[in-house]
C-alpha cells in the first residue's frame, strides 16, 4: 500500500494571497493501514488572530505568542511529504497554505498527487446529508475529540480515509471502471488506486449477486419481501387500549414513550372520520405526536379494510421523518404486514436509459457535472428508488439532471420499449400494490388537474401540514412560466440537432437540417416577445412601483391594463411565434412518418428522435399556453408578470393562479373522495376553523372539527413580551430598524446569544442586519442572516447552533417548519405582525371579489391568514416540555389594534407583558 501523508491547518483566513497565515500544523503518516508518525505545532502567525477565529478553534493569540515560526518548521514538514500522497480535506485550501508559506522559505512547491476526501467522500457517500468532516464523523461514528484542532482533525481524516478505501473495494467492476474513464476530470489523483482495485477484482473473480445490469450500468438489486398477515382486534378502540396502555405497545417501540390523551383522541377522530366517511379537521399542537396520532388509524383501516391511504406533506423534510422515524415505529407495531411507498412527480426519479447515454457522450464536462456523474454511478449501486431526493448534487448538476430525469419518459413510451424498468415505474408498481402511499401536496394538487390520474386510484386521504394546500393548489390550477423553461428546451433542442449521430439516415439528416432555420427562428422570436413583456412591466411600474416579496417589478396583466399598440405588438409577436414552433411540429411529422415507413420507429438507436419529439410537443404546449395567458380573458384568473429591475431583459416571469380555489377544491378533491382529513398546528384563528373552511370550500360539508391541545405547560414556559416605548414605523422606518437593532442586542446580552428574529420583509432584514453589524463585536455574537450569510435554511440553522453564542435573523420559510429545541433557542423575536402585502396581485383579486359578495376582506381574508402565520412563528419557540423563552413582538398593534385579541387567543395561553423596553429586559433578566 502506498504511503499518505495527512494534513490538516488552522488558519487566520481563507486566503493566502490575502496574507492569511497558518496557527496551527497536524501531520499523520499512515502507510499499510497503520498511523507510522505523528507531527504537530502551533505556529506564529506574525499578526492578530480574528475573534471568529478564535471562536471556533479556541487557539488564542497568547497561545501562540511563543510558538514558532512557520519557517522554523518548514524543512522538517517538507521532507515528510516525501513519496507520498497528500491527503486533506479539501486538499486546495491546506496545499494552497503550505505551498505559499514553503515559497517564502524558499522551497519548491509539493507537486505530489493529492487525495481530497471531500470530493472522495461525495463520490464514495453520495447520500450523505453533508460532507463537513464533523458531519462524516458523526455519520461514520468516528470518534473526534476536539473538533477544529488541526491533529484532530489530522487523525478523523485519516479515519475517514480508511472507510472511503473500504468503500471502494465493495464496488462493482463496472462502476470501477467509468471512474477510471473520468477519473482526468477529478481533483484526486485516483488512477493508480482505481488501476489496483480493477486488477484486484479481475484476478479474484469477485461478483455481487446485489447488482443488476441495466443500460449498461451497474444497480442495487431489489428484492420484493413479502409482507406478512395482519389480524385485527376485534375493534379499533381495543386495539388503542392494547396500544396506549400495554407493556407490547408504544412503550416497546418508541424509545422513552409517554401517553398523551391527545394522540389517542385524534387517533380516534381519524379512524371514526374514516369509517364514517367524512372529512376532518384536525388542529394538533405542538407535542402531540400528530405523526403517530394519523399513522397508526390510517395503517390499521388499510389493512382491515383492503383500502389504500394516501399521507400527503408539504416538506421533504417531514417525509424523511416519517419515513426515517415514525413509520419504522408503526411496522415495529403491526409486525410489517403493510407495504408503504414513497412517490413523487417524474422529476425526482433518474432515467438510467438517459443517464447512460450521458455517460457514453459527455466529453466536455466542467467539475461538477463530473462529480455528479461520479456520485450517480455509486449511488446507482445504493438505491432502491432512484429519487434524487435522497443526495446532494453540486450546483451545477442540476442542468445533467434536467437531462436524465425521467420527464419524458411518457414520450419515451411511446416510442421505445427499453426502458419499463425505469426507476420511475417501479415507483408507480410500488404505489399500486400499497397500503399507504406517502406523497407530497404537489403531486397530489398535480394529479387534481390532470384528465387521467397519476396516482393510484384511492378514497381515503390524510393531508398533513394542511395550512399549505391552499397555495399549493393555487399554483398547480394556475400558470407559471418563464424564459429559462424555454431557453432550457432550446439549449437540449441545440443539442440535439447539432448532434451527428452515426445511425441517421440520410433523409432523416435532411429532415433535420430542414427544421434548424425554423428553431433559430424561433428563439429569436420568443426572446423578442420576452424583452417586449420586460419592457412593459418597466414602463408601467414607474409610477405604482409594486413589488414580489423577493424585490421583483410586478404588473397585473390584464387587456385592459395594456395600451392598445401594446397588445397589438404582442399579438404580432404571438402569431410569428406560433407560426415557427407549428413548423417544428409538422417536421416531427414528417420525420414520424419517415421512420415508420423505414420500419425503424422503435428502434433503441433514435433515443435522440425520442428527445427531440419530446421536446417539440412540450413546446407546442407551452406555445398554446402562452397564448391563452396572454390572449384570453378569464374573470376567474388572475395574472400578473414579474421582473427582475435589474436584471436580464428577457428575464420576465409569467404567474396565473385561480380567483376562487375554494369552488375548485371542492369539486376535484372534496366531492370525490370519501374522507379527507386535514391536519395541521395552525388551523384555526380564535379557536375557529371557519376560515380554513371556507378557503378550501368545505364548509357546506359539515366535516368533523377537532382542536387538540398542547400537553405542554406553556404558561410556566413562555412570557409574551410587547414594548409600548417603540417608533411608529409609518412615520419613519428607520427609527423602527434602529429600535429593533437595540432591542435584539440588549435581549442578546441576557439570553447569551440564543435568539431567532423573524421579518415578514427582506429589505427589513436587510437594513437590520447591517445595523448590528456596526454595533455588534465579532467576538460577542455571531450573526447569521437568511439570504445575507451564504447557505441553505438548514444550513444557517445547523451554524447558529454550532455557536453558543449566536442571533439568526430569518423570513419566509423560518416561520414554519425550523426545530431548534432545548437550550439552543431562548428567545423568539417578531419584528412585524405577518400580514400579507396587500399589493400581491391574488390578494387583491380575492379582496375585490369578497368586497363584491359584501363582506370584509380585512376580517375574511388578510387578518385569519396573518393569525395562522404567527402561530407558526410562535411555535417556533417551544418544541417540547423542557423548552423555555421569550417571545418579544416589536409591533404594538398586537395590543393596541382592536384585531390584536385574534393573535393573542390563537396561541396558547401564556403571561403576557406590556411594558417600556428597558423594564421589559429587567423582567426578562429576572424571569430567565
Given amino acids: 500500500m502506498a504511503k499518505f501523508v495527512v494534513v490538516d491547518l488552522e488558519t487566520t483566513g481563507n486566503t493566502p494571497a490575502k496574507n492569511d497565515r497558518i496557527i496551527e500544523v497536524g501531520v499523520v503518516i499512515w502507510e499499510d493501514g497503520e498511523i507510522v508518525e505523528e507531527f504537530s505545532s502551533l505556529v506564529y502567525p506574525e499578526q492578530d488572530i480574528p475573534p471568529f477565529i478564535t471562536n471556533l478553534t479556541g487557539i488564542t493569540n497568547e497561545q501562540v505568542a511563543h510558538a514558532p515560526l512557520f519557517s522554523e518548521i518548514a524543512e522538517e514538514m517538507y521532507e515528510k511529504f516525501s513519496d507520498a500522497y497528500i491527503v486533506a480535506h479539501n486538499i486546495q485550501f491546506d496545499l494552497g497554505f503550505l505551498n505559499k508559506e514553503f515559497a517564502d522559505c524558499g522551497l519548491k512547491a509539493l507537486d505530489n498527487p493529492v487525495i481530497d476526501t471531500v470530493e472522495l467522500a461525495r463520490i464514495l457517500l453520495p447520500q ?43 464496488l462493482p467492476l463496472l462502476t470501477l471502471e467509468q471512474l477510471l474513464r473520468m477519473e482526468s476530470g477529478f481533483k484526486s489523483d485516483l488512477r493508480q488506486l482505481l488501476n489496483d482495485e480493477i486488477s484486484r477484482k479481475l484476478y479474484s473473480d469477485e461478483e455481487s449477486d446485489e447488482i443488476d445490469i441495466i443500460h449498461g450500468l451497474a444497480v442495487k438489486r431489489i428484492d420484493k419481501k413479502p409482507a406478512g398477515e395482519f389480524e385485527a382486534a376485534s375493534s379499533f378502540g381495543d386495539y388503542l387500549e392494547h396500544l396506549f396502555h400495554s407493556k407490547e405497545g408504544l412503550s416497546s417501540s418508541v424509545s422513552g414513550y409517554e401517553y398523551r390523551e391527545g394522540q389517542r383522541t385524534m387517533a380516534e377522530t381519524v379512524y371514526d372520520a374514516f369509517t364514517s366517511e367524512k372529512h376532518a ?52 407495531l403491526f409486525g410489517k404486514t403493510f407495504e408503504i411507498a414513497l412517490l413523487k412527480g417524474k422529476e425526482h426519479y433518474i432515467s438510467t436509459l438517459r443517464f447512460s447515454k450521458e455517460l457514453r457522450e459527455g466529453s466536455r464536462d466542467n467539475y461538477d457535472i463530473v462529480l455528479s456523474k461520479a456520485m450517480l454511478l455509486v449511488w446507482l449501486t445504493e438505491t432502491t428508488t432512484g429519487d434524487i431526493d435522497e443526495i446532494q448534487l453540486p450546483s451545477s448538476g442540476r442542468y445533467l439532471w434536467n437531462r436524465i430525469s425521467t420527464d419524458q419518459e411518457e414520450a419515451e413510451e411511446t416510442w421505445s420499449k427499453t426502458n419499463k424498468d425505469s426507476f420511475y415505474r417501479k415507483a408507480r408498481r410500488r404505489a399500486e400494490e400499497a397500503d399507504i402511499i406517502i406523497s407530497n401536496h404537489s403531486l397530489l394538487c398535480t394529479d387534481l388537474t390532470l384528465e387521467h390520474a397519476f396516482m393510484p386510484e384511492f378514497d381515503h386521504l390524510i393531508i398533513d401540514e394542511a395550512h399549505h394546500l391552499e397555495t399549493t393548489a393555487s399554483k398547480y390550477f394556475g400558470l407559471h412560466m418563464d424564459y429559462g423553461l424555454w431557453q432550457s428546451y432550446f439549449n437540449q433542442l441545440e443539442a440535439l440537432y447539432t448532434t451527428k449521430n452515426s445511425t441517421w439516415s440520410e433523409k432523416m439528416q435532411e429532415i433535420i437540417t430542414e427544421e434548424i432555420p425554423f428553431y433559430k427562428s424561433l428563439k429569436e422570436e420568443v426572446d423578442a416577445l420576452f424583452r417586449f413583456i420586460f419592457h412593459l412591466v418597466r414602463s408601467n411600474n414607474k409610477k405604482n412601483k409594486d413589488h414580489s416579496d423577493v424585490g421583483r417589478m410586478q404588473f397585473t396583466y390584464q387587456q385592459k391594463n395594456v395600451k392598445a399598440k401594446q397588445l397589438s405588438t404582442i399579438k404580432e409577436m404571438l402569431a410569428r ?13 414528417t420525420l414520424t412518418d419517415h421512420l415508420a415507413a423505414e420500419n425503424v420507429l422503435t428502434d433503441s438507436s433514435n433515443s435522440d428522435f425520442v428527445e427531440m419529439a419530446a421536446f417539440i410537443q412540450k413546446l407546442i404546449q407551452m406555445k398554446d399556453e402562452l397564448n391563452h395567458y396572454l390572449l384570453n380573458e378569464d374573470e376567474e384568473e388572475v395574472k400578473w408578470l414579474e421582473i427582475d429591475a435589474m436584471g436580464a431583459h428577457n428575464a420576465v416571469y409569467l404567474y396565473s393562479e385561480p380567483v376562487n380555489i375554494a369552488s375548485r377544491l371542492k369539486q376535484s378533491l372534496f366531492d370525490v373522495k370519501a374522507s379527507v382529513i386535514l391536519t395541521s398546528a395552525t388551523l384555526t384563528m380564535k379557536h375557529s376553523f371557519r376560515y380554513i373552511t371556507d378557503r378550501l370550500g368545505i364548509t357546506e360539508l359539515n366535516p368533523v372539527q377537532k382542536k387538540i391541545p398542547s400537553p405542554y405547560p406553556f404558561h410556566e414556559q413562555v412570557r409574551l413580551m410587547v414594548p409600548d416605548d417603540f417608533p411608529d414605523i409609518k412615520r419613519d422606518q428607520d427609527d ?11 435581549m442578546a446580552q441576557i439570553t447569551e446569544g440564543r435568539m431567532l428574529v423573524l421579518f415578514t420583509s427582506y429589505d427589513m432584514l436587510k437594513k437590520t442586519y447591517e445595523l448590528l453589524r456596526e454595533i455588534i463585536m465579532p467576538e460577542e455574537f455571531m450573526l447569521f442572516a437568511q439570504g445575507v450569510t451564504s447557505g441553505s435554511r438548514e444550513r444557517l440553522k445547523k451554524n447558529f447552533q454550532a455557536f453558543d453564542q449566536s442571533i439568526l435573523l430569518g423570513t419566509s420559510s423560518f416561520w414554519e417548519g425550523v426545530d431548534i429545541p432545548g437550550d439552543d433557542l431562548s428567545c423568539l423575536m417578531i419584528v412585524r405582525l405577518p400580514f400579507q402585502p396587500p399589493n400581491h396581485p391574488v390578494y387583491q383579486a380575492r379582496a375585490e371579489r369578497l368586497k363584491r359578495d359584501g363582506k370584509n376582506a380585512f376580517m375574511e381574508q388578510s387578518l385569519p391568514h396573518a393569525v395562522i402565520r404567527f402561530k407558526q412563528g410562535f411555535g417556533r419557540l417551544i418544541r417540547s416540555s423542557t423548552d423555555r423563552g421569550i417571545v418579544f413582538v416589536c409591533d404594538q398593534r398586537l395590543v393596541n389594534a382592536r384585531y390584536g385579541k385574534y393573535f393573542i387567543e390563537s396561541i396558547p395561553e401564556v403571561p403576557l407583558e406590556v411594558d417600556s423596553t428597558s423594564r421589559l429586559m429587567q423582567k426578562a433578566t429576572e424571569w430567565l
Avoid at 140 to 159: C, F, G, M, W, Y
Avoid at 578 to 588: E, K, P, Q, S, Y
Avoid at 736 to 746: D, K, L, M, N
Fill in 577 to 589: 411565434l406560433t407560426a415557427d414552433v407549428n413548423h417544428l411540429g409538422r417536421g416531427m411529422d
Fill in 128 to 170: 450523505s446529508p453533508g460532507f463537513k468532516l464533523g458531519q462524516l464523523a458523526d455519520q461514520l461514528n468516528i470518534q473526534h475529540e476536539d473538533p477544529h484542532r488541526a491533529l484532530s482533525d489530522t487523525k478523523v481524516t485519516v479515519d475517514l480515509l480508511a472507510q472511503l478505501f473500504q468503500k471502494f473495494s465493495e
Fill in 736 to 746: 423602527f430598524i434602529s429600535a429593533t437593532c437595540e432591542a435584539i442586542y440588549s
Fill in 281 to 332: 379537521l384536525i388542529e394538533a399542537e405542538t407535542g402531540t405526536g400528530k405523526s403517530l396520532a394519523y399513522l397508526i388509524p390510517a395503517v390499521y383501516y388499510a389493512l382491515s379494510q383492503q383500502k389504500k391511504v394516501v399521507i400527503s406533506t408539504y416538506t421533504t423534510q417531514l417525509q424523511r421523518q416519517l419515513l426515517e422515524k415514525e413509520i419504522p415505529q408503526v411496522q415495529l
